[in-house]
Nanobody
Framework: QVQLVESGGGLVQPGGSLRLSCAAS????????MGWYRQAPGKQRELVAE???????NYADSVKGRSTISRDNAKNTVYLEINSMKPEDTAVYYC???????????WGQGTQVTVSS
């Protein structure tokens, strides 16, 4: 059974920084593509950033240049850091582990991030 546990959400001031962590209990973590998605009220869930097993990364245009996704395969953990936070970054952030070519797609419970002064 796969479990993804996010941490690090909360209230952030505009212009501040955020670091989210996601600890995964998956077999052979290193072969999964790990991603962070977010869903704001009234909007669809969207990709924020993802990192493959080969460490290739992909970022949404909205966070490109001010965010970094990384992974520590020894700790089965993926991280997301976003700088220069904006009110429009407010959302529930979800961790994802997938091998979609094999029909595997797992989600965490989500962590609320609110950007407000």
């Amino acid at each position: 059974q796969v479990q993804l546990v996010e941490s690090g959400g909360g209230l952030v001031q505009p212009g501040g920084s955020l670091r989210l962590s996601c600890a995964a209990s998956v077999t052979i973590f290193s072969i999964y593509t790990m991603g962070w998605y977010r869903q704001a009220p009234g909007k669809q869930r969207e990709l924020v950033a993802e990192i493959t097993g080969g460490y290739s990364t992909n970022y949404a245009d909205s966070v490109k240049g001010r965010s970094t996704i990384s992974r520590d395969n020894a700790k089965n953990t993926v991280y997301l850091e976003i700088n220069s936070m904006k009110p429009e970054d407010t959302a529930v952030y979800y961790c994802n582990a997938n091998r979609r070519a094999f029909g595997l797609d797992h989600w965490g419970q989500g962590t609320q991030v609110t950007v407000s002064s």
